[in-house]
């Protein structure tokens, strides 16, 4: 069982609604990842957060906004996506400090349609 | 030039067999490599952290050579579980992560 837990697993949306994906880790990390993957691609960097504030926005664009409550939880709150935005989104905790290895939630599989 | 470069496969060898993988990267300046593993439709699962003195846990072995800028690793006694993309990954010394594109192993009976 993974100990970063993402929901939902599955989220079909249209192009004008707003959803939210939820992350939630408790091994006391203080560094949260956003991770988009496409099928048979790596996965890539969006967001990184370092206790509670942003560290890294890879150029995302803004209709993705990450949002980090406590040191506990992470969310990615969505709105007028488009259908190359579909994609598994990987949530990942790591200690702080940086250059640690990170630990992965089972993701949340994105659909748009 | 790619920041991180594998070759994708995929690799198909017999159990029993022993394989390995590279993985180069072209900053100097990268500080932390990993190796992970992902399971079709799974999310990637830490194998190994990778350093210079190399490091090994069972029958993986992981190595970084930081004058050539590769990192690898080095299954020995392939099992059919096994059978996964094995990505390398690169830090920057911050929280910046690259993956590479991941080499797929097929493990046959």
């Known amino acids: 069982d993974t100990e970063v837990t993402q929901t939902p697993k599955h989220l079909v949306m249209g192009m004008t609604n707003k959803k939210s994906l939820k992350c939630e880790q408790h091994m006391g990390h203080r560094a949260m990842y956003w991770y988009k993957q496409k099928a048979k691609k790596p996965p890539e960097l969006m967001f990184v957060?370092?206790?509670?504030?942003?560290?890294i926005n890879e150029s995302v664009p803004s209709r993705f906004s990450p949002e980090c409550p406590n040191s506990s939880l992470l969310n990615l709150h969505l709105h007028a996506l488009q259908p190359e935005d579909s994609a598994l989104y990987l949530c990942?905790?790591?200690?702080?400090?940086?250059?640690?290895?990170?630990?992965f939630g089972d993701g949340t599989r994105l659909s748009i349609l | 030039r790619k920041e991180v470069e594998q070759d994708p496969g995929p690799f198909n060898v017999p159990e029993g067999a022993t394989v390995a993988f590279n993985c180069t990267y072209s900053?100097?300046?990268?500080?932390?490599f990993f190796w992970y593993r992902q399971d079709c439709r799974k999310e990637p699962k830490l194998l190994m952290s990778v350093y210079s003195s190399g490091n090994e846990d069972g029958r993986f072995t992981a190595q970084l050579n930081r004058a050539s800028q590769y990192i690898s690793l080095l299954i020995r006694d392939s099992k059919l579980s096994d059978s996964a993309t094995y990505l390398c990954?690169?830090?920057?010394?911050?929280?910046?992560?690259?993956f590479g594109a991941g080499t797929r192993l097929f493990v046959k009976a």
């Open positions: 900053n100097s300046a990268s500080q932390s």
């Open positions: 957060y370092s206790y509670e504030k942003l560290s």
């Open positions: 990942a905790s790591s200690q702080e400090g940086g250059n640690q290895p990170q630990h």
């Open positions: 990954v690169v830090m920057d010394g911050g929280f910046k992560t690259i």
